[in-house]
């Protein structure tokens, strides 16, 4: 759970993830200050909140934010991570695809915890509008700005023009979820899943596959897809 308005901006984080081929999963985002607390004791011998001991020295001390400290008591956090596109293989190691989903994160506005010093949080995702965590614990609240435009769409997957004026129609997906493969060939990896329902640009038809952008394929199968011309 997270803010409404930090919603919004997470919804078009995973487009323009989703739209290059970055697929994020979320895992945390409201702490209430009990959450906060029982993370805070773990590794301390002894912590004491609202009455209650929460210290646990067996963990690992995995916190340095009491409750109240962390933008996660307000809605305003939330940790990810990034996976396959059909959302079963977690990257648990920070690669150029996590890199990748922060670029657009603080693209929209986002603080990333990656950029921390000294105590790094990568999998950790803010929106704090520029005010400290004390100003917030005051009542401040960030103003939430508009989501922004990408200015340069050549930021984008690389589509070329003659792609795109190769058009032959568009594939409807027909089942539940649909393995998108990176060659024509019914074996090769998947590079992520679509989803009934949604309808994709096609170039091309091979080997039983349709192209559907780039390294894309789908089962021309009509169980699997519905095809027409454009
Ligand atoms: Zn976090």
Known sequence: ?????????????????????????????????????????K????????????????????????????????????DFVTCDGLGKNVDWVVGPKWRHAAANAKELGFTWGGEWKPFIDYPHFQYDGGLSVSKIKQGKFPIFKSIPVRASPSQKPPVSNQQASNQIGVVKILVDVLKVR???????????????????KTYEKKSG??????KQWVSVGAAYTKFTTT
């Open 1 to 41: 759970m997270v803010d409404n308005d930090v919603l919004k901006l997470l919804v078009e984080l995973i487009k323009l993830c989703w739209s290059e081929n970055v697929f994020i999963v979320f895992t945390h985002g409201l702490r209430t200050m009990e959450d906060q607390a029982e993370i805070y004791g």
């Open 43 to 78: 590794g301390r011998a002894s912590y004491i909140y609202d009455g209650k001991q929460y210290g646990n020295p067996k963990a690992n001390v995995v916190s340095k934010a009491m409750p109240g400290s962390s933008l996660h008591n307000y809605a305003l956090a939330l």
């Open 182 to 200: 990176e060659e024509a060939i019914f074996t090769a990896k998947v590079v992520k899943a679509v989803r009934k329902g949604q309808t994709y």
């Open 209 to 214: 596959m349709y192209n559907v952008g780039g």
